[in-house]
Nanobody, 124 residues
Framework: VQLQASGGGLMQAGESLRLSCTVSALTFSPTQTAWFRQAPEKEGEFVAAIRWNGGHTFYADAVKGRFTISRDRAKVTVFLQMNNLNADDTAIYYC??????????????????WGQGTLVTVSS
């Protein structure tokens, strides 16, 4: 496991939570880092991504305006600030990193390194 994801927990609807993904164990310098999630009995989906150079961000429509992805270069960590959580946000959240600039930043198949996942449960 080259990325360490943490911060998951049991939350109430409307609350906030921040996930962290430390990429210091990577054997390469990441160009972009993303969060994906997989809810029970559903396909995995893209959540958000950030490019390390320039800090350009990308969001899924379902989280736009509620979630914020950011990076701390000194700590080599990417954060996902999740506000106004709802039951649909319940999932295992995974962080992923890519060495190359991706043609499709939302395509999980293009990421070469993954973390172990952290569970977020939101009760309504």
């Amino acid at each position: 496991v080259q990325l360490q994801a943490s911060g998951g927990g049991l939350m109430q609807a409307g609350e906030s939570l921040r996930l962290s993904c430390t990429v210091s164990a990577l054997t390469f310098s990441p160009t972009q880092t993303a969060w994906f999630r997989q809810a029970p009995e559903k396909e995995g989906e893209f959540v958000a991504a950030i490019r390390w150079n320039g800090g350009h961000t990308f969001y899924a429509d379902a989280v736009k305006g509620r979630f914020t992805i950011s990076r701390d270069r000194a700590k080599v960590t990417v954060f996902l600030q999740m506000n106004n959580l709802n039951a649909d946000d319940t999932a295992i959240y995974y962080c992923a990193a890519s060495k190359s600039v991706l043609s499709s930043i939302r395509d999980a198949r293009q990421y070469g390194a993954w973390g172990q996942g952290t569970l977020v449960t939101v009760s309504s």
